[in-house]
């Protein structure tokens, strides 16, 4: 598999979007439509006031069909980790995804360092649980306004819980990053939501005519209809760190954004029963074997 999914736009244009498809080897959907939209774009030879650049993250993890390998590539994204990759020669890196993170940042640094352009990140994700669509912002004002362009619910504070992501790298750079979990990992429209959720970002930022939309339109509109029942904007309150040793284990049947009170039995682990310590909405239940985050508790924002 090639690092680059496809390039489009605008040599040296100001806007400049880097999406990121496969950061988890086992969430192949945002590679699936990130290669479709390419063609399409080709095909309708779109007039793109920008330039886009389509990256594959864990390579060896996606080859496996595998969460990550050795270490998660998304909780490994903070600036002394990638002061001390790029110091480092490859014949001296510990991990698969060591070797990975060094490749994107050769691959993204001058674009980074550019500060003549108006950079945004999208990394693209899906969920092991039902309902999981929204977007993740980070503190960037500029985040919020890419994510409320998507017809799904916005995640605000998630950088707070949790390091080393993507979007928190973004975050210490000054730039604006939003991750987009487009349904569940097998779900065939999860494809058709992330290419249809692109193309809106790439339209209300003025690279795309409004008429590109048109042919991704039937999917926006479903998208639309499909979450018009969860909160816009929530907050997260809360999030379950979980360790390998920790034996943890998801009750059954949790869906993304479903209700929950304050001690409900939510899951166990090697300590016994875990409790919700509030009223709220679950989020990210984890139903897989590789993850370092059990749940996560948001309340809507008024």
Known sequence: MDRIIGRYGKFGAAKTFIIFAGIHGNEKSGIIALKELFGEFEEQNFDFDGTILGIAGNIKALEKNSRFLHKDLNRQWYLSKIKKLGALPFGLLN??????????????????????????????HTT???????????????????????????????????????????????????????????????????????????????????SALEPYQADYDKMERDFAHLPRNV??????????????????????????????????????????PFDGLILMPLYQKKGSDGFFIVEELK
């Open 95 to 124: 991990t698969i995804e060591d070797v990975e993170q060094k490749e994107i940042l050769e691959l993204i640094q001058d674009i980074v360092d550019d500060k003549g352009t108006k950079l945004m990140l999208i990394d693209l």
């Open 235 to 276: 907050n997260v309150l809360y999030r379950c760190p979980v360790e390998d040793e920790d034996a943890f284990v998801m009750n059954e049947g949790y869906a993304n954004f479903q209700e929950i009170t304050k001690g409900e039995l939510l899951a166990r682990d090697k300590n016994g029963p875990i409790f919700s």
């Open 128 to 210: 092991s649980a039902a309902g999981g669509c929204f977007c993740i912002t980070n503190t960037n004002p500029r985040s919020t306004e890419l994510a409320l362009q998507v017809p799904v619910p916005v995640i605000n504070g998630m950088t707070s819980k949790i390091s080393g992501t993507t979007i928190e790298y973004f975050d210490q750079l000054g730039l604006p990053a939003i991750a987009f979990e487009a349904g569940q990992h097998t779900e065939p429209e999860a494809v058709n939501r992330i290419k249809a959720g692109l193309v809106s970002i790439f339209v209300k930022t003025s690279c795309l005519d409004a």
